[in-house]
């Protein structure tokens, strides 16, 4: 009679099937979860953990508890977790090492939620290829700002001693350019005195005239011999005279232009006051872009924000090819070989989720969504990723639309877009500007926000418009405020409306942002007057520091002129010496009566 069982081999069965499932039972939940949290870890940069995992066969899927992802910037902070997580496998393509989801579920997604270990990632090697990461991604840091956002301009009247201590004045140049030739000058004619006829020599002349006068010779030749000399005279006296006149014309045009210069050196003094005045005085102008020094910076913020998560899911809608080297007459190693993809009727990607449904929890209420075709092989399955979000009726928000498509089918030509419409946020107790110069916070408002953005060829364009109504602001008060930040904080309390409008360009990694507001015009009107009386105040008290500064150099030159002045009296004075011997002259006869001829 045969057998019709065979018991060994039935029992063989068993055993391997009872081994199988034990290890199912006990150990595969367990083994996946490490290889989530492990993976996932080293996707994100920082910890990830599931509560509890339930791996099932029929049908092949998996249920996810409890999964939480650090804040890789706050180790005590998830950037989002959610409560649970199911979808099951098409098992077919599963063998073909293909995991295709058709549906997922993520339910309870919520964001920034405290946490009570902190979700640091443990050893050194980790932590340096964190900030490898981050090198490479090019996320842009605080002490390099790329978003070209002016600093809120400083409301004090600036001290007039560090401005004359950093500033170069026109007028001290121009004063100390004159002391030098002004002691040049002064040593040349210091010089030429000594060459000019003086006093003793016109004694001489004086005492000829006067030998000449009481001579007593007779006959005709001594008394042509006496005119003659009196005509020899006459020339030397009339050429040193000219000499001196020469000398005198000559310094007092000097002189002229030296005290010409002076003048010039005094206009140029006012003009330093009012190009100080202008420069350090806080202009309107300068207010004009006041809400970009405000708002910017928490523009800035959300948008480094988003570039930095954009470039970690990246993986998740393209994947990187490395540039394959020639590997031709290399021999692969042993045991590896090559990947090859086959072509395929239906090609399918090696992952594709083909839609998932989500549920986040806000603290406004609940927000429900749907993503579509996630892979990170979308010129496989030909299609791009799109999602949608919105929420209605909501705890402080009226509505919230969030919809885009991230489209990388052909990688050369890859765009994403996105648009996000809010109505009716409510927002309490912001602070919009920390600075000691304007601290400024938001109590209350009603906001209505529409964001478009696209990203394409890695250029970033996005444009922002907002309104605020229902407005309420608070403005720290300040010891010492001064009068251009009293009037701007009046100027608030008047304000109940305004528009914040936004562009941004540029690259992920280094972009620009171009933001304008119609609180800009409120904050100019009021601070007209208060910026004419801050300017008056400065100059006023430049005219001071810059005379007091001014003062020594000024009296040096005068005083160097001064001794112009005394070179010029000398100069007269020998002058007037030669006039009185050239009058004593005219008219003079010789001791027998006889006329000169002269």
């Known amino acids: 009679m045969k057998k019709f069982i065979r018991w060994q081999g039935l029992t063989a069965f068993v055993i391997v099937a009872a081994v199988f499932g034990g290890f199912w039972f006990f150990l595969a ?3 996946v979860k490490r290889l989530i949290e492990k993976y996932g870890t080293n996707a994100i940069g920082a910890k990830v953990e599931l509560g509890a995992l339930d791996l099932t066969l029929f049908p092949a899927g998996l249920d996810l508890e409890q999964l939480q992802v650090t804040n ?3 180790t005590m902070i998830n950037a989002f977790e959610v409560n649970h997580v199911s979808f099951t496998l098409e098992p077919l393509n599963f063998l073909r090492r293909k995991v295709i989801i058709n549906e997922m579920t ?3 997604i919520r964001f920034g939620t405290q946490r009570q270990t902190s979700g640091a990632i443990k050893g050194k090697k980790k932590l340096k290829k964190a900030k490898k990461v981050r090198e490479k991604d090019k996320i842009p840091t605080a002490v390099k700002s790329p978003c070209g956002i002016m600093s809120l301009p400083s409301f004090k009247i600036p001290d007039v001693k560090k401005i004359l201590h950093t500033e170069q004045l026109q007028s001290m140049g121009i004063i100390n350019s004159l002391q030098k030739d002004i002691q040049e000058k002064k040593t040349k004619w210091e010089a030429s005195l000594k060459n000019l006829p003086d006093e003793k020599q016109f004694e001489d002349y004086r005492d000829r005239i006067n030998k000449l006068k009481s001579g007593k010779k007779k006959g005709i030749s001594s008394i042509l011999g ?3 000399e009196l005509s020899t005279l006459k020339k030397n006296i009339m050429r040193d005279i000219n000499k001196i006149k020469n000398a005198h014309s000559n310094l007092k045009d000097e002189v002229a232009s030296l005290k ?11 003009h330093d006051v009012m190009r100080l005045k202008q420069k350090y005085t806080l202009s309107p102008r300068g207010l004009k872009h006041l809400s970009k020094s405000i708002f910017g910076s928490r523009l800035c913020e959300i948008v480094q924000k988003a570039g930095i998560w954009y470039e970690k899911l990246k993986p998740v809608i393209e994947k990187s090819y490395k540039k394959e080297k020639d590997h031709e007459g290399i021999k692969p190693p042993r045991s590896k070989g090559v990947n090859v993809r086959f072509k395929e009727y239906k090609p399918l990607p090696d992952f594709l989720i083909r839609k998932a449904k989500a549920r986040v929890n806000l603290n406004a209420g609940e927000i429900t969504g749907l993503i579509q075709d996630i892979t990170p092989d979308q010129g496989i399955l030909g299609l791009p990723l799109k999602f949608r979000f919105k929420g209605d009726k909501l705890k402080g928000l009226e509505s ?3 919809h885009g498509i991230l489209n990388h089918v052909l990688k050369a030509q890859s765009k994403d877009t996105a648009t996000l419409t809010v109505k009716g946020y409510e927002i309490k107790n912001i602070t919009l500007s920390g600075a000691d110069a304007f601290p400024l916070a938001l109590n209350h408002a ?6 478009d953005a696209t990203l394409k060829d890695e250029k970033i364009k996005s444009n922002l418009i907002s309104e605020f109504h229902s407005v309420s602001f608070h403005a720290w008060p300040s010891e010492k405020a001064s009068t251009i930040k009293t009037a701007l904080m009046s100027s608030l309390s008047s304000i109940s409306r305004f528009t914040v409008n936004a562009k941004v360009s540029g690259t992920l990694s280094n972009y620009n942002i171009d933001l304008t507001s119609d609180l800009d015009r409120a904050f100019m009107k009021s601070a007209n007057r208060a910026v004419e009386k801050q300017a008056l105040t400065l100059e006023k008290n430049l005219k001071m520091a810059v005379t007091a500064k001014m003062d020594d150099p000024f009296r040096k030159a005068d005083s160097g002129i001064g001794g112009l002045d005394l070179v010029g009296k000398e100069i007269s004075k020998r002058l007037n010496l030669g006039n009185g011997l050239l009058g004593n002259l005219k008219g003079t006869t010789s001791k027998g009566g006889l ?3 002269f």
Not at 260 to 270: N, T
Not at 446 to 451: F, K, P, T, Y
Request: a negative charge.
């Open 72 to 74: 890789p910037d706050s």
């Open 29 to 31: 939940d367990g083994i």
């Open 226 to 228: 006496s005119a003659s």
């Open 106 to 108: 993520l339910d309870g």
């Open 400 to 402: 919230i639309d969030l």
């Open 260 to 270: 010409s210069r002076i003048g010039e050196a005094k206009e140029a003094q006012l």
């Open 595 to 597: 006329k000169l001829p």
């Open 446 to 451: 009603l906001a209505d926000l529409e964001i």
